[in-house]
């Protein structure tokens, strides 16, 4: 019988490197990927649902502001004080301040994982703002913007407002430059201390301030009775 050639090693043919064998031996080669990119794609996960998760917050806090905002435009004429004027009282601001947890319902349950009062987890102000023009100014006239009244975190009373750029970060002491004018305007601020779920020891804490803006729907102004009712509001004093 003939005796053919010895069965050789798979993958080490004679003659062939120990070092090229072993590299073109593709066995395991799935488990070593799957090793490598596991890690890769578990952290794009986590990243996608903390911002995902920031946008819906983003997005929440902006429609409460804006419902706030539109709430308190909506005041009607108190008979007492003539056809265009409107009246607030505490009850009145405390009742929009809740409409937040309708519209921004995760405000609760951060406000459980954190152990601490909702009302320390959002931080939102509702004002009314005058504004002042030059005494005796029948046109072209420049307008000074003035809280009339605040509450909640509240504007500065007692110092008139200054513009800022549409595309800059709201401020309790600014007003966007493009809604100066004559007349009177509600003002929503909100302020939220977003903390990522699983990349805070990498991002940290961010800060979302939204602010909306509206003018009187029924009235041409609109003051804060104090003696309603105690709360967090008080009247500023405006320049006459």
């Known amino acids: 019988m003939t005796t053919g050639a010895p069965f ?27 090793a490598f990119i ?15 998760r920031y946008t819906i917050y983003v997005r929440k806090a902006h429609l409460a502001a804006a419902t706030m905002a539109d709430l308190l435009s909506r005041i009607d004429p108190d008979p007492s004080l003539g056809n265009n004027t409107g009246r607030l009282t505490w009850a009145n601001l405390d009742s929009v301040f809740r409409t937040q947890l309708v519209v921004f319902p995760e ?17 939102a102000s509702l004002s009314g703002i005058q504004f ?33 750029a549409t595309t800059a970060q709201p401020d ?11 007349g009177f305007l509600v003002v ?3 302020l939220f201390e ?32 104090p003696t309603a009712g105690a709360g967090n509001a008080r009247v500023c004093v405006v320049p006459a």
Request: charged residues 15%.
């Open 107 to 123: 405000l609760m349950e951060e406000a459980q994982i954190r152990k601490e009062w909702v009302w320390n987890t959002v931080k």
């Open 38 to 52: 596991l890690p890769i794609l578990l952290v794009l996960a986590l990243v996608g649902f903390d911002l995902a």
């Open 194 to 225: 977003y903390r990522p779920l699983f990349l805070r020891s990498v991002v940290g804490t961010v800060t979302i301030r939204r602010s909306f803006y509206a003018t009187p729907r029924y009235v041409s102004s609109i003051v804060y009775d």
């Open 132 to 164: 002042k023009s030059q005494a005796g100014c029948q046109s072209n006239c420049t307008y000074t913007p003035y809280v009339a009244w605040t509450s909640g975190q509240g504007r500065p009373c007692g110092m008139p407002l200054t513009g800022a």
């Open 8 to 34: 050789a090693t798979r993958g080490a043919r004679p003659g062939r490197p120990i070092l090229c064998a072993w590299l073109s031996d593709r066995s395991g080669v799935a488990g070593l990927e799957i």
């Open 172 to 182: 309790p002491s600014t007003l966007p430059s493009d809604i100066f004018g004559p």
């Open 188 to 190: 929503a601020d909100l």
